[in-house]
């Protein structure tokens, strides 16, 4: 597994600008399903693990929030009932693999339907565009705005159809035992050949894309005690305004 620094690095090589905000939200969006599934399960009162196994369809319908990014579509991989991301001419898929965190990723297959083979042959459809304001990227401190991964991940180079980063997910309805996402590749046996991979437990939920500071908008925050200081009549006794009479 790589470290903080070269996860960063990775996501904004990969996606652009918003790279930092994909990863962040991708580890929030996953505890938000867990947490959902785990609720839904317990109040079914059922001995069957099914409706926590929904959890494949739950994840799927939150990363559809992805789409909304600049330079990104929602896209049907072959015949697929669902939609996946592509964000810069890159699909991410949540993949629930395992239900102890036992389970060896490597090991595990992955193109187990025509669906999960057309994966790594999409092209980036009609993608969203950005209106370019001159603001800074979302989630980027200063020295990553000026490096030149970040240049070079905001190249139209990077723009390229047929990547697939992959979200593994083990999980059950007693925890979230691991998740990690990664470049990956299909090899001959339906098993992926990872190129790069991180892991997320640890990793924060990141703000809204293009957030900045509330605190420091001129519509947000407790604005300023205005203080109206009339001109009084002076007062009956003292002969002076009342309000001088502090």
């Known amino acids: 597994m790589c470290s903080v620094d070269e996860g960063r690095r990775w996501a904004i090589e ?13 580890a929030e969006l996953i505890r938000e399903e867990h947490a959902a599934s785990a ?4 109040a079914s009162g059922h001995r069957s693990r099914g409706v926590y196994g929904e959890f494949w369809r739950g994840i799927l319908e939150r990363f559809e929030d992805f789409g909304n990014l600049p330079h990104a579509a ?17 699909a991410i898929f949540p ?6 965190g036992g389970e060896d990723l490597v090991a595990t297959p992955f193109v187990t339907s025509d669906a999960r083979s057309a994966m790594f042959a999409l092209g980036s459809g009609a993608t969203q565009g950005e209106l370019n304001l001159g603001l800074p990227g979302p989630g980027l401190t200063p020295e990553e705005e000026l ?21 593994a997910i083990s999980s059950s309805p007693m925890a979230l035992h691991a998740m990690s996402w990664g470049e990956a590749t299909s090899t001959s ?5 990872w190129s ?22 001129f519509t947000a925050g407790e604005p300023p005690t ?14 002076v305004p009342a309000d001088d009479d502090e």
């Open 147 to 167: 490096a030149d991964v970040f240049e070079a991940a905001m190249s139209e180079a990077l723009v390229t159809t047929g990547k697939v980063v992959v979200v």
């Open 39 to 42: 609720d839904a399960q317990e």
């Open 14 to 26: 990969t996606f652009g600008a918003h790279g930092v905000h994909i990863r962040g939200r991708v």
């Open 95 to 100: 993949w629930r693999y395992g239900r102890t």
């Open 196 to 217: 790069f991979v991180e892991d997320l437990i640890e990793v924060a939920a990141s703000g809204p894309a293009g957030a900045v500071d509330s605190r420091k908008t």
């Open 189 to 193: 046996d339906g098993r992926l050949k």
């Open 74 to 90: 929602l896209v049907r991989p072959g015949q697929a009932p669902y939609k996946i991301p592509v964000v810069n001419g890159v």
């Open 226 to 239: 205005k203080v109206i200081r009339w001109q009084s009549e002076p007062d009956d006794s003292s002969g």
